[in-house]
């Protein structure tokens, strides 16, 4: 055997393996005996035909495709162990050269190879997150909102405070109609809806709306009627004062130079606004009163207003210090990704691909839909539809690629005992209850978590490649801060089991009188009511299935 190997594109290597005559006329005589115990020859029992009359019977053409596919795979495997390549999938014959000696061509895949290049030299500036006393307004804002009293829900006439359900639509009035819009503009709409750049630019020009676009519609929301806090342009809430319910109010508003985008500031916008209810409510007031009952709902110790706003600010700092991170490792991974050097074969695309195509399918069974269906209604095929994915399954694939060398390079590993703490904060955030292990204590569950690990422990290690740093104390920050999230999150959970108890308790009390069996609280180590069990057996199922 006489192989040699040659690299050809979409990241594949051609096996051309010669043979000598003998060899191969040796296959095609096994092939021969094969085929004459399958078929029958006038004369010779199954199996005893001689060479020359399977060769007249079947055709010589039958018994060289038999011969072929038998010797291919015999070769085949003798080569990829004498090759020393590391294939990706399974390699594909792809023609036989009779002439001057007998020759197998196969086209194997080869294995992604990742060169991350200079990455540890990656540098990007961190800004640390902030609250501003503005956002925790807004958010206590909003909490208070949810917690309205409905007062009449028949108002007929809306006034100043009043809560509204309303449905808006509403749309440009001036600039370019669209039935003159280029070809040039479509896709530069196109690009900006999809946030990217054509290669070789810097930044796509933003889209500019055109007479007819719409500026805002919702079937159904509802809003406070507070001339100070308009929701969408100002000057809107106003046009609603004194509106009928059921009544459809019509008004023009020029969008101001505030927070607009540059390209609507001064662009004039008509609104079709609907009245569908009217309703006079009671916003309750930010007091000790609402934050200690808020506070119990929470998990949290009853709290006065002060400490209640220093609890939210506190959250929405974290929060957004984590947004931060994720999005500065996210940000230092792509400057990696876009450094790299990446091959890939063909293969690997198309299965990515085929991952995208299945979800996509997926989403439309949710909506009764078939692929089928689908490419009728849109008056397209298959192969345009994964054209359209390409792009994305390239940037997929580069960015699954880098992780993976990222987290060689880095030597990331994820001890057996890690893994341990891990589910057992998981567990411990639904009671710590045994009967919950089981849930979570599966092998596919702890592979989701060794993988949630592994991430984690990445983006400490991107951050700190980012800042120039030792990732070492970065990772140590993560476990601490994880560490202490899960103790928040089970001493939470631990209170609000508490205070179902105790309203439990006060509940059952007023059902059966002032009975000291009725009012006796139960013990720390006594388990609650059979529903709670169950209500939190069943979150905990649901957690384990989405995670």
Request: glycine share 6%; charged share 35%.
């Amino acid at each position: 055997m006489n192989l040699q190997i040659e690299r050809t594109e979409n990241h594949r290597a051609q096996f051309t393996i010669e043979i000598e005559s003998q060899q191969l006329e040796d296959a095609k005589r096994k092939a021969a005996r094969k085929i004459s115990r399958q078929v029958r020859i006038k004369g010779f029992r199954k199996g005893k035909a001689p060479y020359g009359l399977v060769l007249r019977h079947v055709g010589e053409g039958a018994v060289l495709e038999e011969a072929l596919e038998a010797l291919g795979d015999v070769l085949y495997k003798q080569a990829l162990d004498a090759s020393k390549v590391a294939p990706y999938g399974p390699g594909v014959f792809e023609d036989f050269k009779p002439e001057p000696s007998p020759a197998f061509v196969f086209s194997v895949p080869l294995q992604p190879v990742v060169d991350l290049k200079e990455y540890l030299d990656v540098r990007l500036d961190f800004e640390e997150s902030v609250v501003t006393d503005s956002e925790v307004d807004d958010a206590l804002k909003e909490m208070r909102m949810r917690q309205v009293e409905v007062l009449d829900d028949e108002i007929e006439v809306a006034g100043p405070g009043h809560r509204v359900t309303i449905a808006v639509d509403s749309e440009f009035v001036d600039g370019d109609p669209p039935d003159e819009a280029t070809e040039t503009d479509a896709e530069d709409a196109l690009t900006a809806e999809n946030g990217e750049a054509d290669a070789g630019e810097e930044e796509t020009a933003p889209y500019i709306p055109k007479k007819g676009d719409t500026f805002v519609k919702d079937d159904n929301t509802k809003i406070i009627l507070d001339p100070n806090a308009d929701p969408f342009v100002h000057g809107f809430v106003g046009n609603l004062i004194g509106a009928e319910r059921g009544s459809d109010v019509l008004f023009e508003l020029t969008i101001p130079d505030d927070d607009a985008e540059e390209t609507i500031i001064g662009r004039r916008v008509s609104f079709v606004v609907t009245i569908k209810e009217i309703e006079a409510i009671s916003v309750p007031e930010l007091d000790d009163e609402f934050a200690g009952r808020i506070s119990r709902e929470r998990g949290d110790e009853a709290l006065d207003a002060a400490g209640f706003r220093q609890s939210i600010q506190d959250d929405l700092l974290r929060a957004a210090q984590d947004d931060a991170r994720m999005e500065y490792s996210a940000n230092v991974l792509q400057e990696i990704v876009e450094g790299a050097e990446i091959q890939y074969s063909d293969l690997m695309l198309n299965e990515r691909i085929d991952d995208m195509i299945r979800e996509f399918e997926g989403n439309l069974r949710q909506q009764r839909l078939r692929l089928e269906d689908y490419l009728s209604l849109t008056n397209s095929s298959e192969e345009e539809l994964r054209e359209q994915y390409r792009d994305d399954a390239i940037e997929s694939l580069r960015q699954t690629l880098v992780l993976r060398e990222l987290v060689s390079a880095q030597e990331i590993e994820i001890s057996d005992e890690d893994l341990e703490l891990r589910l057992d904060d998981i567990i411990g955030d639904y009671g710590a209850r045994p009967e919950l292990r089981e849930v979570f204590d599966r092998p596919w569950m702890r592979d989701n978590i060794r993988n949630e690990l592994v991430m984690n422990h990445l983006n400490a290690h991107l951050a700190a490649i980012g800042q120039g740093a030792d990732p070492e104390p970065a990772i140590e920050d993560m476990k601490a801060r994880a560490t202490a999230d899960a103790k928040r999150a089970r001493e939470r959970a631990e209170r609000l089991r508490r205070y179902r108890e105790e309203e439990a308790s006060g509940d059952e009390a007023l059902t059966n009188g002032d009975s000291d069996e009725a009012s006796m609280p139960r013990g720390e180590d006594e388990a609650p009511p059979v529903s709670e069990q169950s209500d939190e057996y069943a979150d905990a199922k649901a957690a384990a299935g989405n995670t």
